[in-house]
C-alpha cells in the first residue's frame, strides 16, 4: 500500500507546494496498485481510447518532465511530446500501452526524485527559461501549483477508470 500524507514536515511555502505534489503524486501510484496487466492498457470508455491506467501515468510523468525540464530549466524535449501534433495531440498516451505499468511507475518515480532535488536548489521565485502564453516567464510557484493542480485533475479520472475497469474504488 502506498503511504502518503498532505500534511507537511514543516509550515514553509517550499514545504507545502512540494507535500501537496508528493501526496498527489502517491495518490496517483495507489490508484494503480492490484490492477492487471491487461486492465492498466485497458480503457473502459469507448469515445476516449487514450484514457487508460498506462495512458494517464504516462501523461503525468512527461508532463512534469516538459514543466520543469523543458519549460522551467530550458532543457530540450527527449520525450513523447516531441511526437505531438494536432492530429495526435497526446502521443505519451497512446504509447503508454505498449510498456509495462511497472516500468511507467518507476520512470515517474525516478523522475521525481531527480525533480524534488530541482525544486530544492532553485528559489521559489526564479523564472522559467523558456516564455509561455503571451510571453510570460512563469516562475517555479506556478509550475508547483500548476503540477499539483494537473496531477489531481488526472487522478480523477485514474478513479473513475479504474472504478470502471475493475470496481476497485479508493482514497
Given at each position: ?12 511555502e ?100 531527480r ?19 503571451g ?29 470502471l ?7
Amino acid at each position: 500500500m502506498t503511504e502518503r500524507t498532505d500534511t507537511p514536515p514543516a509550515w514553509d511555502e517550499r514545504t507545502q507546494l512540494t507535500t501537496f505534489l508528493d501526496y498527489a503524486r502517491a495518490t496517483a501510484r495507489s490508484k494503480c496498485e492490484g490492477i492487471s496487466a491487461e486492465d492498466a492498457r485497458r480503457s473502459p470508455l469507448p469515445d476516449s481510447p487514450l484514457m487508460t491506467v498506462c495512458g494517464l501515468i504516462s501523461h503525468l510523468r512527461w508532463v512534469e518532465h516538459w514543466w520543469l525540464h523543458v519549460v522551467f530549466l530550458g532543457g530540450e524535449d527527449a520525450g513523447p511530446l516531441v511526437d505531438a501534433t494536432e492530429e495526435d495531440p497526446d502521443p505519451e498516451m497512446r504509447t503508454a500501452v505498449d510498456v509495462p505499468l511497472e516500468q511507467l511507475l518507476a520512470e515517474y518515480e525516478e523522475q521525481a526524485v531527480r525533480f524534488r532535488k530541482l525544486v530544492a536548489e532553485h528559489d521559489l521565485d526564479a523564472k522559467a527559461v523558456r516564455p509561455m502564453r503571451g510571453g510570460l516567464h512563469m516562475d517555479l510557484r506556478w509550475v508547483l501549483l500548476h503540477l499539483i493542480e494537473e496531477t489531481a485533475r488526472h487522478n480523477g479520472h485514474l478513479d473513475i477508470v479504474r472504478e470502471l475497469l475493475d470496481g476497485r474504488t479508493g482514497k
